[in-house]
């Protein structure tokens, strides 16, 4: 019965990865999203050499260096707020579409390179990060108190 059981449990968390995996790769929304929003500036393949990025008078970064500085949540702030002379996308995007920017930015900050050891685990990163953990967990923001009547 154990080993039936063990047998069980394996072929569910085999199942698990499959399903885990095949949600963490680049979709057609994603990369539709990505023409519409950031090829003008950040190119075809994230590097910055995008059509318009010699107009601009900074340099748009190379998401290669972009995901070996800074944190999911941080990519994520960056997409969502703006930072230097990139737009905003909050709330003209919603949170879903955000985190495909975001999810994006990571899977061409791999293409044609060789990956570091801790890269070759990243989309369990940002499955991970993809789970709204603050709603999950019931930390999200309180619930606000219940109104009180006012006098007649």
């Known amino acids: 019965m154990i080993l039936e059981n063990s047998k069980f449990i394996s072929r569910c968390a085999i199942v698990f990865m499959i399903a885990l995996v095949m949600s963490c790769s680049r979709s057609e929304r ?14 075809l393949t994230g590097k910055g050499d995008g059509r318009l990025a ?29 930072s230097g002379i ?15 920017m975001m999810r994006m930015v990571r899977f061409l900050s791999r293409e044609g390179r060789d990956l570091a050891w801790w890269e070759k685990y990243d989309f369990l990163v940002v499955a991970h990060c993809s789970i709204p953990w603050d709603t999950v967990l019931g930390y999200g923001e309180p619930p606000e108190p219940p109104q009180q009547p006012g006098p007649d």
């Open 30 to 43: 994603m990369e539709a999203l990505y023409a519409e929003r950031c090829l003008n500036c950040h190119g």
């Open 54 to 82: 010699a107009l601009l008078p900074v340099l748009v970064p190379d998401f290669r260096d972009t995901v070996a500085r800074e944190s999911t949540g941080r990519i994520l702030r960056i997409i969502a707020k703006g």
């Open 86 to 100: 990139m737009p905003a996308y909050d709330p003209a995007l919603t949170p879903a579409q955000i985190n495909d």
